[in-house]
């Protein structure tokens, strides 16, 4: 193939392949619908035509370079971009007719920008220049957008083929289908679907004539990233093939420790489908072997020497999820046996522990029948003895390789003989090194029992196998596998790699493996950032990246048409938040936090959590450089009792501690399934972002279709370092990273919380005798001298937060658990240093107060929401379009005549039906059979080549579609069938449904219904902050306080709620509504005419407390 340019009358580049064209065109964003969402969408018209109608249109050369492969299109900077194959060589054949290439070039045009034809680019990216003026200009040279991109693609680790699907097995796949339809690929293994996107919707709406062009001709091309090579031997006299094809999954695809465990989509990071092959003449062998991360949450800090493993999801909100994961691998391979090779010391012990608990819990999983678990202690088994003492394994996993069995082939029958009928899920902790030496001794063992079922090798060769060539070439083989896949996730070889590839273990081999991991160590802190940037943007998981879209009336006209009719398939929700912050000053001991989790009892039942805590730890040089992680742990349990005392159960969805700072995210169980993509992050400031005893902790994630983000901080102590904190805050802004490259900003509600020691510029005596004074306004008075409120008023910092009016005191500092301010030496001034603000349209704040527990030296604060969520009904939304596509063809059946898009346009020629032919470069396989090579030719061949020289065996006889089953066979008797295994192998999909109702109810029994405490006579006024209304902003424009003073009452959605009672407080509510209404954000606000809360004679009784009223409850 090449590329073509027209410059006139307007920009087009053309993909030329052996009879067809493929024209693509930028069309600009005013040609699309009417629809607001038109501007910012990259589009691209494209168009399907015989070569010979470009004879007369002024194309010329685009590249000298002959492209390979097409694949996809994507925008970078408001540009669009071709991306082709520039350069490949071929490095796997795993049967006649079958080839791989490895991809060592890639070239990017642009569709509407000629600034970059025609130009070479240096190693950075950056132009060459090709005269004395061009030096000259050279400052002004920008670097080519899609560099970082050509980098990637070229680094060696991408794999494509001309001839058949990539993504597939042998086993599904068969020995004839030797085919590129797009219909039954494997997306999961596709690196380019992004780039594709559009492209393969486009194709799947064109009639069979054109689909069958387009996958003919060559232009639609399927990269995997992984490994693949093949190596010539002989067995014996028989001269074999032996080859491995690695697929790695991108669906969590990342650097070491970018990604680790599994995600909401129940995807594990490192996964990798591994499949040895072996041809001869006779027979066709092929056995899969899969890896990848333990499937649970967790994840490991970089900034520690030793990271240690943290998991940040409780066992109930994990387990629907890891029941997904297993079944799909069930439903595609059969049974499944999990291999853990993880150590039995703490680093390790909990993920293992969890390992087993998710597989012995799950009811869909049924411990050896579907699935089987084999715990095998790699560095314990191994330390003694040797790497090679590693084949202590066999007996623990030889009942599996008997019934799981391989695939088999009788090439000359054209007969399939055998099948693998399970898989082994082999990890350690990177699914490395670890993993990789035991993979391919369950390779060995596998394929030997192949060779002596067909009787090509006798018996006794187990006892001398290292002195036969095809051993050493699987060796071999698997070494460049383990080497090539710890390149892509940490960016060096493999450890272990000297003992795989000659089978010991040499005093170079020992330090090289050193060598290796002080590499990864600076890898892990100073490249894998970027290379995850580069990653994400190959995806289309940047922030706001789209794919570029194919211009199309019809769809133009749908997309404009769904805008307007969005109501009917998307519905609102109301969910209730509460957020809490806290500064513990490293309380330890187990205490009563009910006052502040359920300020009005059980009237008011949240569904979402988050509470920040800070100095969780004390603060000294000891602890924080060395930050006990324990006290997450201890705080998780503390909650998770205090939230489960009533019928509700709330489930931990994500715990995230940075030294001396956690946050927490409970969840009701009911509404588990609701939230996806839970992720954390995490910014230290302290000493100059050294140290984590001030910074940052967050977690975000997606309730429906709307996201959440919450931040909690402790930022720089000090009266007077107001520089410091703004610093602080904008170094955590811009400095937490989540996945696909989103920032804090990049959501629709956010969270601030903590202890962000803003305070009160009065001198101190008379902020105290203001406090004891407690005079009518009190509260506005000393908010005007409040240094956040200033802050957010003149946009310093904080810019378009908001925050509910304070009616409650100082919450710092006192002298520890009191309530009397710091009478110490240093009788700090009382300030509002624990804070909650927000922002958000959707958000309405309900409640905001502190809590009089004597446990720290700081006051809890809580605040209550209503938060607006949406729900996509994508059902409801696929049917809509139908219906407008049927609409749209029916009003323009000029347009729907055409072949079923107005993009394409295929002229029917003699050529059309036929088969494209590979290109016969220097070295192809095709002028020479392998097989029928004297030995010595064979053995000449050197097996370190990363491109297998050109040979070819002569092509199998045509097969049946349908490959019929192992009939009569008159050579060697078929393997015996496998043993029959329990009902579970066939595990209906069905119980993998998230129920985590069922699971929490056997984890743990709901504790009977609590009685309430008696009713009291009386009782003091309603504690600062509560209030019967949404609370207004302080910080809030006059339009929007008349607008959310209309939003009155606080019942609860999704919580039960008594009916409402009439109530002798209801003209003291009123009062405190028109109080709260009041903004408090200017720092020169009058106080003279602001009241303070009205103090009611007489309180209502318990039994006419409603969810409106915040009465404190605390129950038995």
């Given at each position: 193939m090449f590329v073509l340019v027209q410059r006139e009358p307007q920009r087009r580049i053309a993909i030329i392949s052996k009879s067809y064209a493929l024209i693509f065109k930028a069309v600009k964003a005013d040609c699309g619908s009417p629809g607001t969402s038109g501007a910012s969408r990259p589009l691209c018209a494209i168009e399907l035509l015989p070569k010979s109608h470009l004879r007369e249109q002024n194309f010329e050369k685009l590249t000298n370079l002959e492209v390979y492969g097409f694949l996809g299109l994507i925008e970078i900077e408001n540009k669009i971009f071709i991306c082709t194959i520039t350069g490949k060589s071929k490095v796997a054949r795993p049967i006649p007719g079958e080839t791989v290439n490895k991809i060592y070039a890639v070239d990017f045009f642009c569709l509407n920008d000629d600034r970059w034809d025609f130009v070479e680019f240096d190693t950075n990216g950056y132009s060459i220049p090709t005269n004395e003026e061009d030096y000259a200009s050279q400052q002004t040279v920008t670097k080519h957008p899609c560099h970082e991109l050509k980098k990637l693609l070229s680094n060696g680790s991408f794999y494509y083929s001309s001839d058949f699907d990539l993504t597939s097995l042998l086993q599904y796949r068969g020995l004839d289908a030797h085919s590129l339809s797009f219909d039954d690929f494997q997306e999961e293994y596709m690196w380019n679907s992004f780039l594709m996107q559009e492209i393969i919707s486009f194709r799947d709406k064109l009639e069979d004539q054109a689909r069958q062009v387009l996958d003919d001709e060559g232009f639609l091309t399927t990269v995997i990233r992984g490994f693949a090579e093949t190596f010539p031997t002989y067995i014996g006299s028989l001269p074999v093939w032996v080859t491995?094809?690695?697929?790695?999954?991108?669906?969590?695809?990342?650097?070491?420790?970018?990604?680790?465990?599994?995600?909401?989509?129940?995807?594990v990071a490192n996964f990798v489908e591994t499949e040895f092959i072996m041809y001869s003449n006779d027979y066709c062998y092929a056995f899969t072997e899969i890896r990848g991360s333990v499937p649970i949450f967790w994840e490991q800090d970089t900034s520690l020497i030793n990271p240690k493993v943290q998991i940040t999801r409780s066992i109930e909100a994990t387990q629907p999820i890891f029941d997904e994961h297993f079944q799909r691998l069930v439903d595609k391979y059969g049974p499944i046996h999990v291999v853990n090779l993880l150590s039995t010391k703490y680093s390790e012990m909990e993920l293992s522990r969890r390992y087993r608990t998710h597989i012995e819990r799950s009811k869909s999983l049924k411990l050896d029948e579907n699935i089987f678990l084999t715990e095998f202690d790699f560095h314990r088994e191994t330390k003694d003895q040797g790497f090679s003492a590693a084949s202590r394994i066999r007996p623990m996993i030889e009942r599996s390789l008997l019934e799981n069995g391989y695939f088999s082939y009788d090439v000359k029958e054209n007969k399939p003989i055998s099948k693998q009928r399970g898989v082994f899920r082999v990890n350690c902790l990177d699914c490395l090194d670890r993993t990789n030496l035991i993979q391919q001794f369950i390779s060995r063992y596998a394929f030997l029992l192949f060779l002596q079922d067909f009787q090509i090798v006798k018996s006794n060769v187990v006892n001398n196998m290292e002195d036969y060539e095809w051993f050493q070439k699987h060796n071999s083989l698997w070494a460049d596998h383990g080497d090539a896949v710890s390149q892509i996730y940490t960016g060096t070889n493999?450890?272990?790699?000297?003992?795989?590839?000659?089978?010991?273990?040499?005093?170079?081999?020992?330090?090289?493996?050193?060598?290796k991991s002080v590499s990864r160590m600076y890898i892990n802190n100073f490249m894998d950032k970027g290379k995850q940037q580069n990653i994400d943007s190959l995806l289309g998981r940047l922030p706001h990246q789209q794919p570029v879209q194919l211009y199309d009336p019809i769809k133009e006209y749908v997309t404009s048409k769904l805008e307007t009719m969005a109501h009917e398939f998307t519905r609102s929700a109301k969910i209730n938040l509460l957020v809490g912050t806290f500064n513990v000053n490293g309380l330890t001991k187990k205490v009563d936090i009910t006052d502040w989790l359920f300020p009005i009892g059980n009237k008011y039942l949240p569904d979402v959590?988050?509470?920040?805590?800070?100095?969780?730890?004390?603060?000294?040089?000891?602890?924080?450089?060395n930050a006990d992680y324990s006290k997450s742990n201890f705080w998780q349990q503390l909650v998770n009792e205090c939230l489960n005392q009533y019928n509700e159960k709330y489930l931990l969805l994500r715990a995230e501690q940075m030294s001396s700072l956690l946050i927490l995210f409970f969840v009701k169980s009911t509404k588990v399934s609701h939230i996806k993509r839970v992720e954390g992050g995490s910014k230290k400031t302290g000493f100059g972002g050294i140290t984590g005893n001030k910074g940052a902790v967050a977690i975000r994630f997606e309730y429906g279709n709307t996201s959440f983000c919450f931040v909690n901080c402790h930022l720089a102590a000090g009266i007077s370092n107001i520089e410091e904190r703004r610093s602080d805050y904008e170094s955590i802004a811009k400095g937490i990273n989540f996945t696909r490259s989103k920032k804090v900003p990049h959501h629709d509600s956010i969270f601030w919380l903590g202890d962000l020691?803003?305070?009160l510029t009065l001198p101190n005596d008379e902020v105290r005798q203001i406090l004891n004074n407690k005079e009518e306004g009190y509260i506005e008075k000393l908010l005007a001298y409040d240094q956040l409120t200033q802050e957010m008023s003149t946009g310093?910092?904080?810019?378009?937060?908001?925050?509910?009016?304070?009616?409650?005191?100082?919450?710092?500092?006192?002298?520890?658990?009191?309530?009397?301010?710091?009478?110490?030496?240093?009788?700090?001034?009382?300030?509002?240093?624990d804070r909650i603000i927000y922002k958000g349209k959707n958000l309405q704040p309900m409640a905001y107060g502190d809590v009089s527990l004597c446990l720290s030296d700081h006051k809890p604060v809580y605040s209550a929401y209503k938060a607006d969520v949406n729900f996509v009904d994508e059902a409801i939304k696929m049917s809509l379009t139908k219906e407008l596509y049927l609409r749209y063809k029916e009003a323009h059946p000029e347009q729907a005549s055409n072949t079923s898009i107005a993009l394409i346009d295929v002229v029917a020629e003699s050529k059309v039906g036929r088969k494209r032919t590979m290109e016969s470069p220097i070295n192809d396989w095709s002028e020479t059979n392998l097989l029928d090579l004297e030995p010595a030719s064979v053995v000449s061949i050197p097996s370190s080549t990363s491109s297998t020289p050109g040979m070819s065996p002569q092509p199998v006889a045509q097969a049946q579609k349908h490959l019929p089953g192992p009939g009569g066979r008159n050579r060697v008797p078929p393997p015996p069938p496998p043993a029959p295994r329990g009902n579970g192998v066939t595990a209906s999909a069905a119980n993998s449904q998230r129920s985590l109702q069922t699971n929490s109810t056997q984890a743990s029994p709901a504790p009977s219904p609590k009685v309430g405490p008696p009713v009291p006579a009386r009782r003091s006024t309603l504690p600062p902050g509560f209030s019967d209304s949404i609370l207004v902003p302080k910080n809030a424009s006059s339009s929007a306080l008349s607008s959310t003073s209309t939003n009155s009452g606080m019942a609860a959605s999704n919580s039960p709620s008594p009916t409402p009672r009439p109530s002798s407080s209801a003209s003291a509510a009123g009062g405190r509504e028109a109080n709260h209404a009041s903004p408090t954000g200017s720092a020169a606000a009058s106080t003279s005419t602001k009241q303070p809360p009205a103090v009611p004679k007489k309180k209502p009784e318990l039994e006419r407390l409603t969810l409106d009223s915040w009465k404190p409850l605390t129950p038995k």
């Open positions: 491995i094809i690695s697929k790695q999954s991108w669906r969590r695809a990342g650097t070491r420790f970018n990604a680790r465990g599994i995600d909401d989509e129940a995807n493999a450890l272990k790699s000297s003992f795989s590839r000659k089978g010991k273990m040499s005093l170079a081999g020992a330090l090289s493996d050193a060598t959590v988050v509470l920040g805590m800070q100095e969780v730890i004390e603060l000294n040089a000891g602890s924080i450089l020691n803003y305070r310093a910092s904080f810019k378009g937060f908001m925050e509910p009016s304070i009616q409650f005191c100082p919450t710092y500092k006192y002298d520890h658990g009191t309530n009397r301010y710091d009478s110490s030496e240093k009788a700090r001034t009382p300030s509002w240093t």
